[in-house]
């Protein structure tokens, strides 16, 4: 067998939850590779990098080192090792979160309990969170939309999340639907292992458009940047998204928490803006779990987000999930605002604010 056999085998049984097998399997495959004359080749240190990275979620801290300080001694720049050895070596209690990789333990959780009576409607806005709050016409002083100001609604301010009501019509949201139904798979997550993977964490299907495809597609992006002064001109894909009866995704940040995946020359999200496409009949909100709301979709409404403190740090308070849908089949295309091109746009702060959501990160 090929160290390559080994790897895949290494990832399905990641797949399969058995993890015992799966250390096994890719500590054989690292033997293997370490054998070979191309040990040395950039590309082999991607997967280098990956077992590193599942040893160290899988708990064996020994070989997770071995293989960075491997990377490392051949390559000192590669990030994901130096990831890997960092975390390592930083004391548990202020190691930063990592993806879960044992989805029946987080089902246990605290959190995963708020969430669903977030959904559910058991927990909601308390009156003290409400009283800040207002609705207003924003306007954000751009010419157009001192003509056109638009419906805002806010949610909470510290982070900021707010509505902006009707901005996008039916012929447009129709079109982008229209564009995207062939293109539509199987929703995947990020994953250690695989990079991408489907999961019973996100059952939903997606598509990505570029917006150069329609002008619609760019409107919306200009839109965004009228009303919210953030610059559009370098964003991922938009991505189209369909649940289906009991379609849902459990709690998640949008954020990059591993900077090294971020896309490149993009950085990280910095702010998330859900359009909606449709109307839900019953379930599909747009739950908060730590700030103690849920949006229910309405056709045509935005829903934006910051992700990231000034200081570019997540913002851990914006965890959010799509709640099941329950009756109905629930559309939005998620339009993610990256942080490469905002120094000017949304400049940092003179004191540091990434703080105050530290205690919302949470290892599962
Ligand atoms: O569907 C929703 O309401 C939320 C979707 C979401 O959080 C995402 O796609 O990242
Ligand atoms: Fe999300």
Redesign the pocket.
Known sequence: MTWQDCFVLGKQLFHLEEYNHTKMWLKESMQRLSREPYYRDPHTFDYVEDVAKSLLNLGDLETALKLSDDVLSLDPTRSTAKYVKNTILTPVGERKPTLTTNPSYYHQTEEFETYKKVCRGEITASPTQLRPLRCRYETNNHPYRLIAPLKLEEHSLDPLVVTFHDFIDDTKIATIKYMAEPRMQR?TVRDVVTLSKATDF?I?K?AWLGYQEHDYMLGMLRDLHDITGLDVTRCEKL?V?N?GLGGH?EP?W?FYLDTERMPEGLGNRIA?A?F?LSEVEQG????FPNLKFA?K?KKGNV?FWYNLHRTLEGDYRTR????PVLKGS?W?A?VWINDITQPFTRPCLLHQDDEISKPYATIV
Do not use: E, F, V
């Open positions: 929703s996100r939903s997606n991505q998204a649940y995704y998640h949008d998330t859900i909606y599909g909100a747009t739950a949006i979709p829903l959010h999930a799509a709640c629930k939005i998620n």
